[in-house]
């Protein structure tokens, strides 16, 4: 069994949080520490602590993030100009809370990707 985070508690509401969607599958929620004019985080509610750890019993929560993701850029006005969805596994990757996660990023220019 994986160690409960902090989005584990964001998902049940039990510290707040700027949460802009939610359902049975998935929690959107935007970042504390934003990269970007808009920074949300969208969370699966089962704990999967990185990508490595993805079974297919997942795919319909994993599957889910994705049409979260473009709902949000179209609520929050960036869909047509643009947007990244990020995702790290594991710590040379940057992870920090190991609770898998999709950064949606936009609002501005991002300039261009570090890997060609």
Do not use: W
Not at 56 to 74: C, M, N, S
Not at 83 to 101: A, K, P, T, W
């Amino acid at each position: 069994m994986a160690e409960e985070t902090i989005f584990s508690k964001i998902i049940r509401r039990e510290i707040p949080s700027d949460i802009v969607y939610q359902d049975d599958l998935v929690t959107a929620f935007r970042d504390i520490s934003p990269q970007a004019s808009t920074h949300i985080l969208i969370v699966p509610n089962v704990l999967i602590p990185t990508v490595n750890d993805v079974t297919p019993e997942h795919e319909p929560a994993l599957g889910r993030l994705f049409t979260v993701a473009a709902k949000i850029a179209k609520q929050e006005g960036i869909a047509e100009d643009g947007y990244r969805l990020i995702m790290n596994c594991n710590r040379h990757s940057g992870q920090e809370v190991f609770h898998i996660h999709m950064h949606l990023v936009g609002g501005h220019p991002l300039g261009p990707l570090l890997v060609r």
